[in-house]
């Protein structure tokens, strides 16, 4: 089946708002709309919600390159978070007030590693998001370079980005993955054959034949079957 950006963007943003905006027993209607408005705002500005990063994004590049990691945990450096939604450049997390764990979320950001092609920046959210009790964070990726107005990510941020976390592994790999084995890491999901949120299906084509080129000179060892 094809892959549909905008009907995939559609269904996460339906499971986000389900799961972020308080339950009517937990707020009042009057509440749940400005949460429904922020989280709009928030969409605008951060892209599609999503599901998994690819391995290469800012968010969660800083991981063991031999053991990758696709959404934000302690293995990229995060502490503290708890219920949270993934969007293209940022997500929300949202730890209870009384585990003083947004405080944890908002020291991690700012103990991450520098890297040239975005910084990552954490806030509290003064608004109610997943229950009234709780405390939500916002962090974002703020690409040092433009991104097109489409929001997708371009050929020139994302094939250096996946070169510096895929060519050390030339070191220790015994075996090269095809494009079939890797798509899901380097597209994030949801995604499609060479697409996806975060890439067009013109950049994706491109990485995928940068991909192939590279696996077929040998240097990560014989193409796994």
Avoid at 13 to 31: I, M, N
Avoid at 183 to 191: C, N, Q, T
């Amino acid at each position: 089946m094809a892959f549909r950006a905008d009907e995939a963007a559609r269904v996460g943003y339906e499971e986000v708002e389900r799961y972020l905006v308080p339950r009517p027993r937990d707020a009042d209607e009057s509440q749940r709309e400005r949460s429904k408005e922020a989280l709009l705002d928030i969409v605008d500005e951060l892209g599609p919600a999503i599901s998994r990063y690819p391995t290469w994004h800012p968010l969660v590049r800083n991981h063991d390159d031999r053991y990758p990691v696709t959404t934000p945990s302690q293995d990229c450096g995060y502490r503290g978070l708890d219920h949270t939604k993934y969007f293209v450049n940022g997500f929300i997390t949202c730890p209870y007030s009384a585990s003083g764990k947004a405080e944890e979320v908002i020291e991690s950001v700012n103990a991450l590693p520098y890297h040239h092609a975005a910084s990552i920046t954490a806030e509290k959210l003064d608004v109610m998001l997943y229950h009234p009790d709780a405390t939500p964070v916002l962090v974002k990726c703020n690409w040092n370079k433009s991104i097109p107005m489409d929001g997708m990510i371009p050929l020139s941020i994302a094939m250096p980005l996946l070169l510096e976390k895929e060519l050390p592994c030339w070191e220790w790999s015994q075996v090269a993955e095809t494009w079939e084995t890797m798509r899901s890491y380097f597209l994030g999901a949801p995604h499609g054959s060479r697409s996806s949120l975060f890439v067009s299906q013109e950049t994706g084509q491109a990485m995928k034949k940068i991909w192939e080129s590279l696996i077929y000179t040998g240097m990560f060892g014989p193409i796994k079957v």
